[in-house]
């Protein structure tokens, strides 16, 4: 661990240590297991260094090269002048068309350069561009064949639909005068310790059958974030995307923050407010594929298959009808270094969570893969090399230009050294998401009873993470709200979340059960399960039922694709509970810090009883997962000496709880006397289905 994070995140500077090999073997000092397979850490260390050496070489380094945005797409000169420019080297002709022209294809003919930029001048008039801010503009092509093809470029930052004339995507010169556009008031946040994200989506974040929008996420959901305790928001769906109901996971326009929630400025607002509350804002990157659309995505751009995109099948995503990029093109790397560039710079965000990881790896993608955790599924001929080491690029760029930025993989394949550091031979990613968490929670809600409930699995499960490289926990995430699927707390509820949520119907065994249980489940996955935590929106207080976003399949219904904050806010229904509770976890980790405190010792695992009892970041913890007995006097092992007192219980009554453990009277003296494995014991009440954490006065 020391090692890493003493080394540099980048191939271009030596490891940390005199000892450790500068040729991406590194992380062998890590893992041994690693060992068999230096020649692939290697290879792709050296293509690393070999493709920026050439991005050095050829385009002024990769702070140059990563500003593309600054060169292709709409630009207003100091004269007012408009340079347009875009990459279609199969074209035989272009020309620029809109509003501002009468979309007449001959006013404004385009000339190509040796490597296939098209670039024209529309000169001012009177001094004042001649394109008008948010008019409607196009790139008119003629491809080799003699077909006309009309597209919305690619690097356009404002596209907008307009449903009752057609579902494609007119793109938008967005231009506002000074006045308009928005400036920028806080600094962003220093780099959290520990990592408290809160996954969001801005047009859910309603109540209302609609879309919620930008400023209204601003002023509603920015407050209840702080105030819960979350340090990190993690945003979906804002790069654009034609079908609403993809989850923003087939993006059309990766440098267009989607225009059904708002304005890029009123996005910035966003962002900016989130900062001035300490926040860190992070968004969710979807750079393992693309939209197939052509009319207003980047498939077949110039009427070629191959521009962004590998060509036939290898350029194809089965699973999600899709198209994957050619990571190992010189413009689609600067396209896809420039768009993560891009919103670090015009919106400011902190990092990125990068999606589909696990597809970018390899070039099955994961499809019909079992990954069994045996190295040869890491480093066979099924790795996609060329993405292996974009990634790479893409990590050395974010962390090189931007040291407090934070990288999130989403990957399930357990690929070692994704969150090393690049000197040692990793792929640089600061966090990977523990995927394994949330699949057995739900496996076992659906198919075990609570006796049957293994301490001893669990433990593994929430601990099995590779040594050194920080993962993010989580109970459920937006994966396990989706529609055939549902919350933790409608698992645990079922139909009584419809009948007995008021404070004023029965405390039945099933609401007393369910309460109980998901504030365990969500406690013991942030205890144990990472060196980060995980909550998708809604869910810190038993969101019920699921996800469905409008589309044909529920006559375009919004009734599922909201959160009804309302619950939450109606003081007679028992969601309040929850909510509270979340809110105490996190802040008791605020003040605590287990999460970036080494893993935990666990000191007992007892079936029988169905308790857990750990140590973590100065703490005490004591779970009790029976489904009937309480332990009165209940011994548990401790390292350090000294008196201790309760400073999280689940079993507070202003969380739902039965108020069976008297915190005022609850003091806790060490006996000298070794107990599983701990030099002294205590010994506590610990109620059924309850769990406490204890600290040192």
């Known amino acids: 661990m020391a090692l890493n994070q003493k080394s540099e995140n980048s191939v271009m500077s ?28 290697r290879l792709r260390y050296a293509k690393a260094q070999e493709w920026i050496k050439d991005i050095n070489d050829n385009e002024g380094g990769l702070d140059k090269f990563s500003k593309g945005y600054e060169i292709f797409g709409f630009h207003e000169l100091a004269n007012g002048d408009i340079l347009y420019r875009e990459w279609a080297p199969n074209a035989t002709h272009a020309s620029l068309i809109g509003d501002f022209n ?48 009309e597209r919305v470029p690619a690097w356009i930052t404002r596209t907008t639909q307009d449903l009752s004339v057609s579902p494609v995507y007119d793109a938008r010169f967005w231009n506002p005068p000074k006045s308009e556009r928005y400036v920028f008031k806080n600094q962003r946040p220093p780099k959290p310790a520990s990592v408290r994200v809160y996954e969001a989506h801005v047009g859910i974040s309603t109540p209302e059958l609609r879309i919620g929008t930008y400023k209204e996420f601003t002023k509603n959901m920015l407050p209840r974030i702080k105030y819960l305790g979350y340090n990190v928001i993690q945003l979906m769906a804002i790069m654009e995307h034609a079908y609403y109901a993809s989850f923003g996971y087939q993006v059309n326009n990766f440098f267009a923050a989607s225009s059904r929630y708002g304005s ?24 393992s594929h693309a939209s197939k659309n052509t ?59 990068f999606d589909g990881v696990t597809s970018m790896l390899y070039q099955h993608h994961g499809i019909n893969f079992g990954f069994s955790g045996n190295y040869n599924e890491y480093f ?41 550091a690049l000197s040692l031979g990793g792929i640089g990613f600061d966090y990977r998401l523990a995927m394994a968490i949330p699949d057995l929670w739900i496996k076992w809600l659906k198919e075990l009873k609570d006796d049957q409930w293994d301490m001893a699995a669990l433990c593994h499960t929430l ?40 404070t004023l119907s029965p405390f039945t065994p099933v609401i007393e059960r369910g309460l109980a249980l998901h504030k365990l489940i969500r406690l013991v996955s942030h205890a144990l399960g990472g060196e980060g935590y995980l909550n998708f929106e809604g869910n810190e207080f038993g969101h019920p039922e699921w ?47 287990w999460l970036h405190a080494p893993q935990a010792y666990i000191s007992l695992k007892n079936e029988a009883d169905k308790v857990i009892v750990f ?83």
Not at 119 to 147: C, D, F, L, R, Y
Not at 333 to 339: A, E, P, Q, T
Request: charged share 20%.
């Open 380 to 420: 066979g001929p099924g790795v996609d090399i060329e993405g292996v080491v974009y990634m790479m690029l893409a990590n050395e760029m974010l962390h090189q230009l931007y040291p407090t930025c934070i990288t999130i993989a989403e990957d399930v394949s357990g690929m070692p050294a994704l969150c090393l």
């Open 547 to 593: 996800l469905d976003f409008p589309r044909e399949g529920n006559n375009n219904s919004f009734m599922y694709a909201r959160r009804q904050f309302n619950l939450v806010d109606d003081t007679i229904l028992r969601y309040k509970f929850l909510n509270e509770f979340d809110s105490q976890m996190q802040k008791a980790e605020e003040k605590y810090g």
């Open 264 to 287: 890029p400025e009123d996005l910035k607002e966003l962002v900016d407010t989130a900062h001035g509350m300490g926040i860190v804002v992070l968004l969710d990157l979807i750079h």
């Open 463 to 502: 601990t099995n993470r590779r040594h050194g490289e920080k993962t993010i926990g989580y109970a459920e995430s937006h994966d396990q709200a989706l529609v055939g699927d549902k919350s933790i707390l409608m698992w645990l509820l079922d139909t009584e979340i419809y009948t007995n949520m008021s």
């Open 615 to 697: 140590e973590r970041g100065g703490l005490l913890w004591v779970f009790n997962f029976h489904p009937s007995s309480s332990f009165v006097d209940y011994r548990v092992g401790v390292e350090q000496s000294g008196t201790y007192r309760i400073v999280l219980n689940t079993d507070r009554p202003e969380c739902g709880g039965l108020s069976r453990i008297d915190e005022s009277k609850s003091r806790f003296f060490t006996t000298p006397f070794g107990w599983n494995g701990r030099s002294n014991f205590i010994q506590v009440y610990i109620p059924t289905r309850t769990a406490i954490a204890l600290a040192l006065e």
């Open 295 to 353: 009319l207003d995505g980047l498939n077949m751009f110039d009427g070629s298959d191959h521009l962004y995109f590998h060509e036939g099948a290898r350029g194809r995503h089965d699973q999600w009808d899709s198209r994957i990029f050619n990571y190992g093109n010189h413009e689609v790397l600067r396209f896809l270094l420039s768009n993560l560039r891009f919103w670090m710079e015009e919106y400011q965000v902190d990092g990125f969570r």
């Open 102 to 149: 009468n979309w007449d294809r001959e006013a404004t003919p385009m000339a190509k350069n040796n490597f296939g930029v098209w670039e024209v001048t529309v000169p001012a008039s009177g001094g004042q561009a001649s394109i008008a801010h948010n008019s409607k503009v196009k790139i008119s092509m003629i491809t080799p064949s003699g077909e006309r093809i």
């Open 14 to 41: 030596g490891p940390a240590g005199d000892n450790v090999p500068a040729d991406g073997t590194g992380v062998v000092q890590l893992d041994p297991w690693l060992s068999p397979f230096k020649d692939a850490l």
